[in-house]
């Protein structure tokens, strides 16, 4: 049953993915940063997002990507998109800059730094 309210947002929202038991961690780090992203640069869960505000979610989800390697993904046929499909466009899109982080938060883990 959903309790929200009209006007207000949610950060729980769900985003239709691969269960979590089969998902790498890598993967399940990506998600969580899309989630916390989205609702940081977009505000509402719900609220679907244009090209412009995307390339803005992409970079602060820790993915530095010009504007035309975007518009090339994007979907021809919508000015806008949903979370999920952005989420999916997302995980298309070059994902050095999260591994490289996801690296030195590892090997800040393992000694201690």
């Known amino acids: 049953m959903d309790t929200s309210q009209p ?16 998902m790498s961690r890598e993967d399940q780090k990506r998600r969580d940063t899309f989630k916390m992203a989205y609702f940081t640069e ?6 679907p997002i244009d090209i412009s505000e995307f390339h803005d979610l992409a970079i602060c989800a820790g993915i530095d990507i010009d504007h035309e390697a975007i518009q090339e993904a994007w979907p ?9 499909e952005a989420y999916h466009l997302f995980t298309r899109l070059p994902n050095i800059e999260l591994r490289v982080k996801y ?11």
Do not use: F, V, W, Y
């Open 7 to 22: 006007g207000t947002t949610r950060t729980d929202a769900t985003i239709t993915t691969k269960p979590a038991e089969q």
């Open 42 to 47: 977009i505000g509402a869960i719900s609220r």
């Open 76 to 84: 021809l046929d919508k000015e806008e998109i949903e979370m999920d």
């Open 103 to 113: 690296q030195l938060e590892n090997h800040k883990k393992i000694t201690g730094t």
